[in-house]
């Protein structure tokens, strides 16, 4: 049955259809299969709708909206000037500011391919004019962008949390150490880059450049206060502080900068309206195929055969390490989670692992296969944003993915590099 279902759904991919197609057709065909008719197709209805019924599912249409109306105003330019303005004159100053740039746009978005579109259009033209290769420039801007998946609000973090019934507000937590690692990899990275390749300096900014520069962020800056503030402080749960990031941008970018007018706030939130249902639509029929396949014990045969039964709490996180970054070279990230989640849940919790040890280690190897060719969907996002050929996207990354699985491996050995911000805020 297993070899069955998963040949419809690669069939269908590569005949193009949109990873929603090929998931209904592969929770339809189990149905077939185990009760031999549809008429138990109530059970899948009834498993598509329990899948988007939790609360806090609530909250990534409203980081998604958040995000949305910050790209569209002033807010990314502002802090891309701030971080400018302090580490522009030194060597690789400008990739500095740009991975640093993606981090703090993942502090308000908490979407790869939000933070590509809203830090690397500003950013690119103007690394190509200092000098710096395109192929580095387009790797740098599609790997630091995985940053966004880690630093709160992270929306793959938000539906594992749901999947694993993990809290999410422990989550948010625990990515930030794991975040600003990567970060700090990169970053050095850049400077052995510029270095290397005898890249020249932007001109060093005045003191007074540099308060106005911090002047002009101090509004955008609010957003990481109201999400990693409020969540610590207990004053908001993760969906509140969604609602309150909306509200946050809606009176930032209509009321104070003036950058959108009630046209632009409905474009926006249409916008948002059209992602909002791809996602939920993939959730919903992600959750089916769960069921379908954790009913048909496929999971128990798949994870059998590879001997996870015998192997300690190491051996598990590396079979799920692996077992992600392939799923996300190939598959929309959101879908491997719904789909992958359920089948390692029994063996995370017979290892006895932390879960959400486990969701920042998931949440770094989606974030890594998003950017992994052949098939990582930044690498797509980049292709139509920045109008570059494939080849010439993916050229420079193996640096940057051999960066990342290096942190991947730490976190493996060293929890802590994850769960110590986690317990000073929730032990």
């Given at each position: 049955?297993?070899l069955?279902?998963?040949?419809?759904?690669?069939?269908?991919?590569?005949?193009?259809?949109?990873?929603?197609?090929?998931?209904?057709?592969?929770?339809?065909?189990?149905?077939?299969?185990?009760?031999?008719?549809?008429?138990?197709?109530?059970?899948?209805?009834?498993?598509?709708?329990?899948?988007?019924?939790p609360?806090?599912?609530?909250?990534?249409?409203?980081?998604?909206?958040?995000?949305?109306?910050?790209?569209?105003?002033?807010s990314?330019?502002?802090?891309i000037?701030?971080?400018?303005?302090?580490?522009?004159?030194?060597?690789?100053?400008?990739?500095?500011?740009?991975?640093?740039?993606?981090?703090?746009?993942?502090?308000?978005?908490?979407s790869?391919?939000?933070?590509?579109?809203?830090i690397?259009?500003?950013?690119?033209?103007?690394?190509?004019k200092?000098?710096?290769?395109?192929?580095?420039?387009l790797?740098?801007?599609?790997?630091?962008?995985?940053?966004?998946?880690?630093?709160?609000?992270s929306?793959?973090?938000?539906?594992?949390?749901?999947v694993?019934?993990?809290?999410?507000?422990?989550?948010?937590?625990?990515?930030?150490?794991?975040?600003?690692?990567?970060?700090?990899?990169?970053?050095?990275?850049?400077?052995?880059?510029?270095?290397?390749?005898?890249?020249?300096?932007?001109?060093?900014a005045?003191?007074?450049?540099?308060?106005?520069?911090?002047?002009?962020?101090?509004?955008?800056?609010?957003?990481?206060?109201?999400?990693?503030?409020g969540?610590?402080?207990?004053i908001?749960?993760?969906?509140?502080?969604?609602?309150?990031?909306?509200?946050?941008?809606?009176?930032?970018?209509?009321?104070?900068?003036?950058?959108?007018?009630?046209?632009?706030?409905?474009?926006?939130?249409?916008?948002?309206?059209?992602?909002?249902?791809v996602?939920?639509?993939?959730?919903?029929?992600?959750?089916?195929?769960?069921?379908?396949?954790?009913?048909?014990?496929?999971?128990?045969?798949?994870?059998?055969?590879?001997?996870?039964?015998?192997?300690?709490?190491?051996?598990?996180?590396?079979v799920?390490?692996?077992?992600?970054?392939?799923?996300?070279?190939?598959?929309?990230?959101?879908?491997?989670?719904?789909?992958?989640?359920?089948?390692?849940?029994?063996?995370?919790?017979?290892?006895?692992?932390?879960?959400?040890?486990?969701g920042?280690?998931?949440?770094?190897?989606?974030?890594?296969?998003?950017?992994?060719?052949?098939?990582?969907?930044?690498?797509?996002t980049?292709?139509?944003?920045?109008?570059?050929?494939?080849?010439?996207?993916?050229?420079?990354?193996?640096?940057?993915?051999?960066?990342?699985?290096?942190?991947?491996?730490?976190?493996?050995?060293?929890?802590?590099?994850?769960?110590?911000?986690?317990?000073?805020?929730?032990?």
């Amino acid at each position: 049955m297993a070899l069955t279902v998963f040949a419809v759904m690669i069939v269908l991919l590569l005949l193009g259809f949109p990873m929603m197609i090929p998931l209904l057709a592969g929770t339809l065909t189990g149905f077939l299969m185990i009760f031999g008719d549809f008429g138990q197709l109530e059970t899948a209805v009834q498993q598509m709708i329990a899948g988007i019924r939790p609360a806090s599912l609530i909250a990534v249409p409203m980081f998604i909206f958040a995000a949305d109306i910050m790209t569209r105003g002033q807010s990314a330019g502002r802090l891309i000037d701030m971080v400018m303005s302090f580490v522009g004159h030194l060597k690789g100053g400008l990739a500095v500011t740009t991975a640093t740039a993606c981090t703090m746009f993942g502090a308000v978005s908490g979407s790869t391919q939000a933070t590509v579109v809203a830090i690397g259009s500003p950013l690119r033209p103007r690394m190509l004019k200092a000098g710096y290769k395109d192929n580095f420039v387009l790797a740098l801007i599609v790997n630091a962008s995985d940053i966004a998946f880690l630093i709160p609000p992270s929306i793959g973090m938000i539906i594992y949390g749901v999947v694993s019934n993990t809290s999410i507000a422990e989550l948010f937590i625990a990515g930030i150490g794991p975040g600003l690692l990567i970060l700090l990899m990169f970053s050095i990275y850049s400077v052995l880059y510029a270095i290397r390749n005898d890249v020249p300096t932007e001109p060093k900014a005045a003191w007074a450049m540099r308060i106005k520069a911090v002047q002009r962020a101090l509004w955008p800056m609010g957003f990481p206060a109201i999400i990693i503030g409020g969540i610590y402080g207990g004053i908001f749960s993760p969906t509140e502080a969604a609602a309150a990031c909306v509200l946050y941008a809606l009176v930032l970018e209509v009321v104070i900068f003036k950058s959108l007018n009630v046209r632009g706030v409905f474009d926006t939130a249409k916008s948002t309206g059209l992602i909002t249902a791809v996602v939920f639509i993939l959730v919903a029929a992600g959750a089916a195929f769960s069921w379908i396949i954790s009913f048909a014990q496929i999971p128990q045969s798949v994870l059998g055969a590879v001997g996870i039964d015998e192997m300690g709490a190491i051996g598990v996180l590396f079979v799920i390490s692996v077992a992600f970054f392939v799923g996300c070279m190939f598959v929309d990230p959101i879908v491997v989670i719904l789909v992958l989640v359920p089948i390692f849940a029994p063996v995370v919790n017979a290892v006895g692992l932390d879960p959400v040890h486990v969701g920042i280690i998931i949440t770094l190897q989606v974030a890594i296969g998003s950017a992994t060719p052949p098939f990582g969907c930044d690498i797509f996002t980049a292709i139509a944003v920045f109008k570059r050929p494939y080849m010439e996207v993916i050229r420079g990354t193996p640096p940057f993915i051999f960066m990342l699985l290096t942190v991947s491996i730490a976190l493996i050995f060293f929890p802590q590099i994850a769960l110590f911000l986690r317990d000073i805020a929730f032990k």
